[in-house]
């Protein structure tokens, strides 16, 4: 069984961020059979976020979420843009996660903004993010403004919304990266192997 | 003695009183840590730790001056320090300084090393804080020589060589400071403590049980692994910290505002929550007793428990008035610990058992050599 999780950084409820979570979601599921999904609301999450950026650590309910998107084969990842890119709320998430936590994790990048002008913000403002999080991210990111849930008859949004799902149906179908974060402790670093060699 | 240690130990810092809108001087701040000491003899303590800082709002930037006017005023504390700056500290100045305090302590010191809390110090002392885990390591591993070896030649990265250069004085009857050391984060610390027989402290404030007890297990793990005993044998402290009154809500509505605006945690989670996911207890004695006792079934029985109490702006008073609370539940906490400490489990250790424990281990050897002789 595959695991999915979908990370919607949407602040309103009901909120067309969770609406383009949702409908990548069933894309995923619609292409790929045995696959389990599981939508994390940072909204739900936004005190204890606040919470560990002081503390350092995690709340349960936040830890909780965490490990699910660590544990996660493959992650879509859908936030609003304000101000040309991503809010507070989705930043502070990725910020309590460890360094390590997507190394190697296929990742749709998704997002809603209220103009069309903002579009590129996938481009300049998240992919740069989860490069650094050496993600990787597929070709496809899905942009969502208020033109296009107009019914502006091309169904534009649904074949993205397809694409980018079918990208990462297909990298899980694959051998993978084979790269993950590792809980192990290198035993046999220079710099742990000069503990017992002292000069 | 005492099979498992009890103490305090200290930041230093000077923090404002968030309900008397106080600050403490710098010069109070350092008087009033000399009392606390005191007190923490006098309500029956085993051991007084501070650390080591370089910035403020901290004011101990040199525990072995503070720690040697303690040890004069004392008679059975055991001061040590939370933590001894490994990286930033010459490590042969570290030798002559805490011999010197083992000498007029009649040995009762120890010391915990640490990398400190803060990266810009490195550069005041003329060192590179991207090698902090290299520093703790060659620091280390040379102040170690110069506690066991006489004469010493050594040649390393970070500072310049020594050619027969012997750190004086030398330690008192030839037995160095016990050495812990404490980390929360870094195994390669674990591991320097593990591969000396040293011991290994966590903090055990800020952070749920579950962020100490990874590596705390692999040190224990790596203790046998060099040879030193069982993993339950392995020597681990931990700290704490409490705010108590007779009256659980008492202690919830007295402490709520150093909580609220405490440095580390205040303007985050609510002293609830916190109270919940982490060590700290906010309550009556009894409840203080019996989440201090749960340490040992997370992290398994250990040989020294450090609370923090001087922080978070309370003043000299209530701190003082917490400690008398301490001092009458410490029996308590003393003979439950002991009566769940199995036999094979190490005492803390204290320069009087490890001077009888090398003079049993030569006694040995001389006997092993006549009965090879005759």
Redesign the interface.
Known sequence: MTRIVAISAGLSDPSTTRMLADRLVESVERQSGDVSVEVVSLRELAHEITDATLTGFAPPRLQDAIDKVVAADGLIAVTPIFKASYPGLFKSFVDVLEADALIGKPVVLAATGGTARHSLAIDHALRPLFAYLQALVVPTGVFASPHDWGTDGTNALGQRIDRAAGELVSLLKGAGTGRGPSDDIDLFSDTFLSISQPR | MTSMQFGLFTVGDVTPDPVNKTIQTEHERITNTITIAKKAEEIGLDVFATGEHHNPPFVPSSPTTTLAYIAAQTEKLILSTSTTLITTNDPVKLAEDYATLQHLSDGRMDLMLGRGNTAPVYPWFGYDGSKA??LT??HY??L??LWDEDVVG???QFRTPLQGFTATPRPLDGVPPFVWHGSIRT??VA??AA?YGDGYFANNI???KE?YIRLIN?YRQRYQH?GHGEPEQAIVGLGGQFFIRKSSQDAVNEFRPYFDNAP??G???SLE??TA??PLTVGSPQEFVEKTLTFADYFGDYQRQLFLVDHAGLPLKIVLEQLDLLGEVLPTLRAEFDARRPANVPDAPTHAARVAARNAAAEAAVETDEGVSV
């Open positions: 885990v290299e390591i060659e591993q040379l170690r020589r050594w040649e390393g195994p390669e591991e320097l591969f800020f952070w749920p962020h692999f060099y580390v945690y303007h985050g989670p929550d916190f996911q982490t």
